[in-house]
């Protein structure tokens, strides 16, 4: 079966990133590796991923192998100021299910939004009783280059389709 909408798609990579400064780009260097161990598994066409990215993987098939580089803007973009925000510290207590080791700059904070939807921040700054918090995807601002191969292409069961995400053994479970 070859990857196109609505399919469940497993493979491998390893992620390097790179940025541009100064009109210089840097070395890529590796920010993740998802191996046979721990592949990556999504359902095409609704995961959320940058559609430059599935674009470049539609139509291939399980076995073949990938290399492709997405741009700033065909990945996460550009840093959205919008998206810092100051938030209270007391937010982040023991009862909420954060620790002290949690809320220190540089961490990234597991979060809900009112949705119910897993969202990730980075605390850049302890300002005392409050937290200046970065809600930008952790890619922002950076050139993406991925090499890796498709593992595995199935088509999706009814319950993933309507629940937008993959289920099983290598997907959540609801």
Do not use: C, W
């Amino acid at each position: 079966m070859k990857i196109q909408e609505n399919a469940v798609v497993g493979l491998t990579y390893e992620l390097k990133v790179s940025k541009i400064q100064d009109e210089i780009e840097s070395v890529p260097f590796s920010v993740e590796i998802r191996d046979e161990d721990d592949p990556f598994y999504f359902l095409f066409g609704q995961s959320g991923l940058p559609e430059k990215f599935e674009e470049l993987l539609d139509g291939k098939k399980e076995g073949d192998e990938f290399t492709f580089s997405l741009t700033k803007e065909e990945a996460y973009g550009e840093p959205d100021d919008e998206l810092i925000i100051t938030l209270p510290k007391d937010q982040f207590s023991k009862e909420r299910g954060f620790t002290e080791d949690m809320i220190k700059e540089g961490e990234f904070l597991p979060l809900v939004d009112e949705n119910g939807y897993s969202m990730q921040a980075k605390v850049l700054k302890d300002l005392g009783e409050n937290l200046l918090l970065d809600f930008n995807h952790p890619l922002v601002g950076f050139d993406l280059h991925f090499e890796g191969t498709i593992i595995e292409v199935r088509e999706a069961t009814q319950d993933e389709l309507s629940h937008g995400h993959v289920h099983g053994e290598h997907g959540a479970h609801d």
